[in-house]
């Protein structure tokens, strides 16, 4: 698991996927969220616009990153 630094306290789950090269884009983030395809905490989330704060972690399609402090 990789832990991926954020510039502010939260970050949203769609702009994190992105960041942690989970994903290629902003379209594949909306795609695989709404599939339910993205695990936040071990749970299923399907809002792209879910607030991440640091020790979350987010996994998808066999990775895993944590949200960590800048």
């Not at 502010?8 to 290629?24: M, P, V, Y």
């Not at 989330?45 to 991440?52: S, V």
Request: no cysteine; aromatic share 2%; proline share 4%.
């Amino acid at each position: 698991m990789d832990d991926v630094p954020i510039r502010d306290e939260t970050i949203r789950l769609g702009q994190f996927l992105k960041l942690a090269g989970l994903i290629d884009t902003g379209s594949d983030a909306k795609s695989v969220i709404a599939e339910g395809l993205v695990r936040v905490n071990d749970e299923v989330d399907t809002r792209r616009g879910r607030q991440l704060q640091p020790g979350d972690v987010v996994s998808f399609a066999g990775r895993a990153a944590r949200v960590a402090r800048p």
